[in-house]
């Protein structure tokens, strides 16, 4: 423990060095080497007592690192939405919401239409992709028995209730697709049908989007309340196995599934929950595709946000909330 301690204040006289010489990215690449070292030093506990001398460097780390987000995100932006939305994901800006039921956890673009609910044929091309992976349903069905991943898990951060904790016994999925790119199991299947995820209707932006998975939910379960990460892209269901007595709403407008029900679309940025109540499960195919309001050059710096973003994240992202216990 002694070593390691010596070997700590090495590294900190080194890196208060750097910083009183205004060597701002090398400092950072300095505290990112002593968190991957000793987490537990800029990390401690909630319960562990600071020094002030340790929550100045506790800050600094945090502070450097949301300064490098914004350096290399900053000069993205062709419209006055998009570099707001820069802004606030960088922590410039505060994020002020438009609809009080429309809070995505991770992006927001302002000022980008959308509703609830929408149809089709509001989305150029999306009636012929929904009919031509309708005409699909087979190899999707055949997938429904390998879906024994936890869902739950995968939608970020959720409340710790025993709604949430039932319900992670009770959703279970299989990713196609995931952070835009193309799972094994995907692989695994035939070509015409994976092909059609390649459409530029999905909001291809890596790390971030597009998803495609398969969704089952139990008999009797229910998803409670909850929002999506970001308002970049609408989510397309394509029904496997539905009843009459399944549904989804989203900000307080509630749609069923029926046997003619060929999709549902919808903004999951908007507040929406899910129960399927009856004696068998529920079944169905998710797709991100595009808000179709954005403009191409406007995907395009979504893109360009999305690796910026991701490449930053891997280097130095978590040393951005190290100091979310003083707040």
């Known amino acids: ?69 914004y350096n290399a995100c900053h000069h993205i932006g062709s419209t006055s939405r998009i570099k707001q939305a820069v802004n606030m994901l960088c922590g410039v800006e505060r994020k002020v919401y438009q609809h009080e039921a429309q809070k995505p956890s991770f992006l927001f673009i302002p000022d980008l239409p959308s509703s609830p609910f929408s149809e089709t044929s509001e989305v150029e091309g999306l009636q012929d992709l929904v009919n031509k992976l309708s005409s699909s349903k087979e190899v999707f069905l055949s997938c429904i028995k390998y879906a024994n991943d936890n869902y739950v898990h995968e939608i970020g951060e959720v409340p710790k209730s025993d709604d949430w904790k039932k319900l992670s016994e009770n959703w279970s999925s299989m990713h196609l697709m995931k952070g835009g790119h193309f799972t094994e199991h995907a692989k695994r299947l035939p070509h015409d049908p994976i092909s059609l995820f390649n459409s530029p ?74 129960e399927n109540p009856a004696d068998a499960a529920r079944a169905v195919l998710i797709i991100d595709i595009w808000n179709p309001h954005l403009t191409e050059v406007e995907k395009q710096d979504i893109q360009m946000l999305m690796r910026e973003y991701a490449n930053w994240s891997a280097h130095f992202g978590a040393l951005a909330v190290l100091d979310k216990r003083f707040y």
């Open 201 to 274: 209707l999905l909001a291809h932006c890596p790390t971030h989007a597009p998803e495609v998975v398969i969704s089952v939910l139990k008999p009797k379960a229910y998803i409670p309340p909850h929002y999506g990460i970001s308002n970049i892209k609408w989510t397309l269901h394509i029904p496997l196995v539905v009843n009459d007595n399944a549904y989804l709403d989203v900000a307080g407008e509630k749609r069923t599934w029926s046997a003619k029900t060929e999709a549902l679309l919808f903004d999951d940025s908007f507040v929406h929950s899910a």
């Open 1 to 69: 423990m002694n070593s390691n301690n010596n070997h700590i204040t090495q590294l900190i006289e080194s890196i208060t060095t750097i910083v009183e010489k205004a060597e701002y990215d090398s400092a950072l690449s300095a505290y990112a080497s002593l968190f991957k070292q000793y987490p537990e030093f800029l990390s401690p506990k909630d319960e562990e007592p600071l020094t002030k001398f340790r929550a100045t460097h506790i800050h600094n780390a945090a502070n450097l690192s949301r300064r490098a987000l």
